[in-house]
């Protein structure tokens, strides 16, 4: 149980919303091939990314966007599943959450990692309207590189956004067909 901290801080350290939750892979989660489905670990992801930011914010907070989830190993009936999140950067409504996903056997003892991701999540007044959202207090070098890597991410996904919208706009199809010329597509235009 982490130190209780005054929440009404300008900052809060990453502990006091770090949270873990431990879930039974029952049978009903099982997709036909025996296997857990993914959406039920991107569920549980969702749930634990609520609770770290809703904790840090102070306030109701929406998932906004998530990056990258790799299905690294299946998971299997029976295996518990943990999935650690804590805060890895704040901006100024919203903030990521970084999610580690494992899976356990506790029979063979055997313990995956299954997936890592980063939910972007933003905090909501009663209005709905994006809050401001404590700044984070960085007490470990880990913490550091966390919080530099997620800035680092925020920036590289602005530009691809951009880069994004001007080949949207600069749409040709000419080019295209040069760009596609070996990949299995076949253009046959009826617009
Ligand atoms: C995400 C959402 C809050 C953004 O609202 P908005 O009015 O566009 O707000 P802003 O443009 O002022 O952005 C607010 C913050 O969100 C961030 N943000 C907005 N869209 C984002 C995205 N797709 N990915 C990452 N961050 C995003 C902005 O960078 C900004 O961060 P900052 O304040 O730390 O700089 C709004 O689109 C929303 O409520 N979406 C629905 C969310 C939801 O229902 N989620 C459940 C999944 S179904």
Do not use: W
């Amino acid at each position: 149980m982490p130190p209780l901290i005054d929440s009404t801080l300008p900052h809060k350290p990453v502990h006091f919303s770090s949270t873990t939750i431990t879930e039974l892979m029952i049978p009903s989660y099982a997709n036909f091939g025996g296997k857990i489905h993914g959406g039920i670990l991107l569920s549980l992801m969702d749930k634990v990314a609520y609770v770290c930011a809703a904790k840090h914010a102070g306030n109701y907070c929406v998932t906004a966007s998530i990056d990258t989830v790799n299905f690294l190993q299946p998971v299997e009936v029976g295996e518990l599943v943990s999935l650690m999140a804590s805060v890895n950067y704040v901006g100024k409504t919203s903030l990521v959450v970084g999610i580690r996903v494992i899976s356990e056997n506790v029979k063979a003892n055997v313990v995956k990692h299954t997936n890592t991701s980063y939910f972007t999540m933003v905090a909501k007044d009663e209005n709905n309207q994006p809050v401001e959202v404590p700044a984070l207090l960085l007490e470990t070098h880990e913490q550091v590189r966390r919080f530099e890597e997620a800035r680092r991410r925020k920036l590289e996904k602005q530009m691809h956004q951009a880069q994004a919208k001007s080949i949207k706009a600069g749409f040709d199809l000419e080019y295209c067909r040069k760009n596609l010329d070996g990949e299995r597509c076949v253009i046959s235009l009826k617009d």
